[in-house]
């Protein structure tokens, strides 16, 4: 595996992360609209808004780590770092 490919599998699982404790709150919005738990500070705006924004934002990291490893790593520079580790190393003959 090369060095993209171990970046994208660390966005993907950082991904599968946040996802979770996204969707944690989503099911804290419906238990709280409910009523299992109430905070006189919060309503269940606050929790749907803020379980769906990174339900959202791990989807994101999960589908597009490919767009994230092509700007972290460009096409250039992969192109230039395959040709280092193709060339041999010269050998010096006395």
Known sequence: MTIEDWFALL????????LIFGLGG???AFLYHLGYFTFPES???Y????GLFY?????????????LVNFAY???????????????PEEDIK
Do not use: C, Q, T, W
């Not at 929790?47 to 803020?50: N, R």
């Open 47 to 50: 929790y749907l808004i803020d």
């Open 55 to 67: 339900s959202f934002a791990g989807l994101y990291l999960i589908r597009g780590a490919d767009s």
């Open 43 to 45: 309503s269940v705006g």
């Open 74 to 88: 460009p096409k250039n520079y992969r192109e230039e770092s395959e040709e280092d580790d193709d060339s041999e």
């Open 26 to 28: 989503v099911v804290n």
């Open 11 to 18: 966005i993907r699982v950082l991904g599968v992360a946040i």
